[in-house]
């Protein structure tokens, strides 16, 4: 009974380790920090729904934001308003996110949809569509 026992505890002994050391790899991956702001024009009785990859995540109000961390690799961003009572349809960025990188969005408010904004994008949406064509 004895060997019975040395061996059962054994193997709980080395499933342990393995539990360990793969819990270990999964909380060690590289992730990048990703930063959603609302801009403060947006309105007060409007919110922001982010969702990513599909889940829900946040609902950001007036004078808040969204930061948390991604893995590495491509992610969706998608933006709608909140409440959607005139049931607009949602807006989409895809994000290929670097091990240590930081990702940092405006949600933005024009032509009647929400958006995400990278800093350093000068044009809306709105605005692009706006502009003349050029003749090719």
Request: proline share 9%; glycine share 10%; net charge positive.
């Amino acid at each position: 009974m004895t060997s019975l026992t040395n061996y059962i505890s054994r193997f709980l002994f080395v499933l342990v380790l393995v539990s360990a050391v793969s819990i270990g790899s999964i909380a060690g991956q590289p992730a990048g920090l990703l930063i959603v702001d609302r801009v403060p024009n947006f309105g007060w009785n409007i919110g922001v729904h982010l969702q990513i990859d599909g889940r829900d995540v946040a609902n950001i109000v007036q004078g808040r934001r969204y930061h948390g961390f991604l893995p590495a690799g491509q992610h969706v961003l998608t933006v709608s308003p909140v409440p959607n009572t005139d049931l607009r349809i949602p807006t989409s960025i895809t994000v290929n996110v670097q091990p240590g990188g930081t990702y940092v969005f405006n949600a933005m408010w024009d032509s009647r949809m929400v958006f995400l904004r990278p800093p350093g994008v000068l044009l809306s949406p709105g605005e692009l569509w706006q502009l003349p064509k050029w003749p090719r």
